[in-house]
DNA sequence: CTGTTAGCGCTTTCAA
DNA sequence: TTGAAAGCGCTAACAG
């Protein structure tokens, strides 16, 4: 037997109130063109004055519907993401939709359990960089309809963010400038964007005889980007392209600790625009798409829930350099 | 009729299969101390092979319980809120609750409906930062457990960062460092922060025989930032207090446009410490405590939900002056 | 246009 | 320890 809650004014309880049969309680409020103005106006007063709140609950128990989706991130504080639940938020918000939010904490497990506890209450889920591997989304994509942001599994509808064309920008960007030695500060090795953004910037690299090499770091923080400064030195690099903004600004505090100035002495591009305007000097970077691809991936999950197939839409969104003050000539 | 739904198997074909009443296999999962450890071992195998996936929507309406919360924030892109999402996501996360999350674009109305639709799916909600009136709350309060974030409003729960203190600091500060005209760039009208912080520095400030006017902006923006500078350079202050972080970014943009640079001919003071330490130069700011906010609500809720409590509880989180590179003497 | 009648899938007395 | 039966609040044929 359920608990009793304030503000529990059933149907049943309008209908006897107003005199109708339960279903034109419904009806008023579902599908008032079915019933005489008169009936509707004189049922929503009724349910007005008793306090009557539809119980979305047994609505959607009823009609298999509930009106929600999930959004799934791996960390709702990195900058990249907020402006991108904002925007799925909005769209979500256009179609009616409520959505839940998830936070994975950069770890495989967690989504995957966040996964499955979400998909049972929503109509599908939307997965944003996940760290998961191709066989689990594919599982948890079997069951509920999903769409995908920035990982590229055939079979299920996604929106990339190329950004390699950005970094392919950025390193050729850096040639032209005289840097010869440049290195990649890498993000988690579970991203789709991280292993694009490092292979973009090695081929480019290798195209302009550039020499190139790789600084791993697991979770893209700004402390990570910190850490990476001794190992970017000591190869003697004179420029560095980081996976995302975060790094990028760990990057320049870590030189700046060190004495190195930049652009003078040593130049660095980030991704994403996460950061905007916001900072000074302003980060060189690759163009994010995030609000593009918060709000594409929810109008894509309800063309995937009203046509209920499961089509393979894949939407690439472009990115490029953006140039602003933390590069310049190699010293 | 609802909608055929993949993965649709029920509690009565487990039951069929394994020669149980379903009442049992709802016990298997809910209540297995209540069967022999056989039966629930069978009933789970047996589900486990039919790909029983327990739903959710029918246990919530029988039971009453739906182990969902909401969380409504002003604009989930404003720095401020990120850490304090995530937060109140990893305690919910205990309590095995999920949060459904609402962004009302610093429009009282938008929370208003935001509000009315998400309620009748949570077993309660957090607002913080509310911009709806005390009125619109304490209505939304009565039909749904509620705890707030940075609003006053008694009889509600709530946990509020005491950014008074942090303001009264800075404001001392500013008047130690010489500066004897100071403006506080005000946020939202209907914001209790801004106001809380608006009176500390304007109190704080008279009490010193400081000069001191308000340059006011609607939304907390890096633009209204911007945008308020030449009204700030035109009251011949020598030092600004902005609202929160991202205005006073803005405000550190429009002077540097302006050729005045910081700290040297002018000192700017943030709020809530949200940009951290990714900025350069770095903003002296008053700290904030979004994270401890964001766990302290869910954990507040927890308890309101167990108790059914509606308890007057008030937690106030003190803040202090973070001294760093936007304030010197006044020139 | 409106009422009647079955359920949606699960939990929970109440008996056995 | 298990089963039978009665709902939770709502929607959706099917009649009229």
């Known amino acids: 037997m359920p608990v009793e809650r304030k503000g529990g004014v059933t149907i049943s309880q309008v209908a006897e109130a107003a005199g109708v049969a339960r279903s034109s309680v419904s009806r008023a409020y579902t599908k008032p063109h079915m019933l005489s103005p008169d009936t509707v106006e004189h049922i929503k007063a009724v349910a007005e004055r008793l306090g009557y709140i539809p119980n979305h609950t047994a609505r959607a128990l009823s009609t298999g519907r509930n009106g929600n989706i999930a959004l799934i991130v791996p960390d709702v504080a990195n900058p990249f993401f907020p402006p991108l639940i904002r925007a799925a938020q909005g769209e979500a918000d256009r179609y009616d939709f409520c959505v839940f939010l998830g936070n994975s904490e950069e770890d495989a497990e967690k989504e995957d359990k966040l996964l499955s506890r979400l998909s049972s209450q929503v109509e599908g889920v939307i997965l944003a960089s996940p760290r998961l591997s191709d066989e689990r989304i594919l599982a948890h994509a079997s069951l509920k309809p999903m769409v995908l942001i920035n990982r590229n599994v055939e079979g299920i509808p996604r ?15 850096l040639a032209e400038q005289g840097h010869r030695r440049i290195v990649y500060v890498s993000g988690p090795s579970a991203s789709w964007s991280n292993r694009q953004r490092r292979s973009a910037a090695r081929n480019t690299a290798a195209k302009l005889s550039l020499e190139f090499s790789v600084v791993s770091a697991s979770v893209p923080s700004f402390e990570a980007g910190l850490q990476a400064v001794p190992s970017i030195l000591g190869r003697k690099a004179t420029a560095a392209i980081a996976f995302d903004d975060v790094m990028a600004q760990g990057v320049l505090a870590g030189l700046a600790a060190r004495g190195v100035s930049v652009p003078e002495e040593f130049s ?22 995030s609000v593009e691809a918060g709000k594409l991936s929810v109008s894509l999950l309800m063309q995937v829930l009203q046509s209920d197939a499961l089509g393979d839409a894949c939407y690439v969104l472009e990115t490029h350099l953006i140039v602003r003050s933390t590069t310049n000539a190699a010293p």
């Open 268 to 289: 660095v591009v980030g991704c994403d625009d996460a950061l905007g305007p916001l900072m000074v000097p302003v980060l060189t970077t690759v163009s994010g798409q």
């Open 159 to 173: 929106v990339l963010i190329d950004s390699g064309t950005g970094v392919a920008q950025a390193t050729r960007h």
